[in-house]
């Protein structure tokens, strides 16, 4: 799966799953360097730039630590409308947060819905929404995690030195010189952080868990 070919399938299909879900707003995050980086948002700030990166709320804080869904409903229903384009996190009645990982495990990402009137959340609405962080957590991986830093013949390479393939065999598969592979496994090494073509193969199931073929 390649990174620039899924946005729009992931912003497609949250599109339909959050249909179900009573909500103004939706947005998906990845956690990177204790921020949340936007990969889908249902409504981007028109009159403003595009924030790619958002700082984490007290209450997106909050839901990250707890590791389950957290919902907050206010009776103000005129808030919204009175705060005009303030930030629609904080000034929402109905917010809805849902970590994106799997269960018991760190989150990788962040789903977010809102209302912009007085909702309380039904128990139905948050099993849902925790399911769909879960489902979410494989693209939400592919997207931000380490894998996403290689372009495409990149990521073909690692997959073959993972694999098991040596630089020959993987130079033979790839249609290129051994001096060509070597080349591009450097800059595969380099990119992922590691030393050697054999660490490749320790984090390559966990990194592309849920991936598609």
């Given at each position: 799966?390649?990174?620039?070919?899924?946005?729009?399938?992931?912003?497609?299909?949250?599109?339909?799953?959050?249909?179900?879900?009573?909500?103004?707003?939706?947005?998906?995050?990845?956690?990177?360097?204790?921020?949340?980086?936007?990969?889908?948002?249902?409504?981007?700030?028109?009159?403003?730039?595009?924030?790619?990166?958002?700082?984490?709320?007290?209450?997106?804080?909050?839901?990250?630590?707890?590791?389950?869904?957290?919902?907050?409903?206010?009776?103000?229903?005129?808030?919204?409308?009175?705060?005009?384009?303030?930030?629609?996190?904080?000034?929402?009645?109905?917010?809805?947060?849902?970590?994106?990982?799997?269960?018991?495990?760190?989150?990788?990402?962040?789903?977010?819905?809102?209302?912009?009137?007085?909702?309380?959340?039904?128990?139905?609405?948050?099993?849902?929404?925790?399911a769909l962080g879960v489902t979410l957590t494989g693209?939400?991986?592919?997207?931000?995690?380490?894998?996403?830093?290689?372009?495409?013949?990149?990521?073909?390479?690692?997959?073959?030195?993972?694999?098991?393939?040596?630089?020959?065999?993987?130079?033979?598969?790839?249609?290129?010189?051994?001096?060509?592979?070597?080349?591009?496994?450097?800059?595969?090494?380099?990119?992922?952080?590691?030393r050697s073509p054999s660490q490749l193969a320790d984090?390559?199931?966990?990194?592309?868990?849920?991936?598609?073929?």
């Open positions: 799966m390649h990174t620039a070919l899924d946005m729009p399938t992931l912003e497609f299909r949250l599109h339909h799953a959050m249909s179900l879900l009573r909500q103004d707003r939706w947005l998906l995050g990845a956690l990177r360097h204790g921020k949340l980086k936007v990969l889908a948002d249902s409504s981007p700030e028109l009159h403003r730039p595009y924030r790619r990166t958002r700082s984490l709320t007290h209450l997106a804080r909050r839901c990250l630590q707890e590791r389950h869904p957290l919902t907050v409903s206010s009776l103000d229903a005129g808030r919204a409308e009175a705060a005009g384009q303030q930030d629609w996190e904080l000034d929402w009645p109905a917010l809805l947060y849902a970590p994106v990982g799997m269960p018991g495990r760190r989150p990788l990402g962040l789903l977010i819905a809102g209302a912009r009137t007085s909702h309380w959340y039904r128990q139905q609405e948050i099993d849902y929404i925790a693209m939400v991986l592919a997207l931000n995690g380490p894998l996403a830093r290689l372009d495409e013949r990149e990521l073909e390479a690692a997959r073959l030195v993972a694999l098991g393939l040596s630089l020959a065999e993987t130079a033979a598969a790839l249609d290129m010189t051994a001096d060509e592979a070597r080349r591009l496994l450097d800059r595969v090494l380099r990119k992922l952080s590691v984090g390559w199931t966990e990194s592309t868990a849920g991936r598609r073929p």
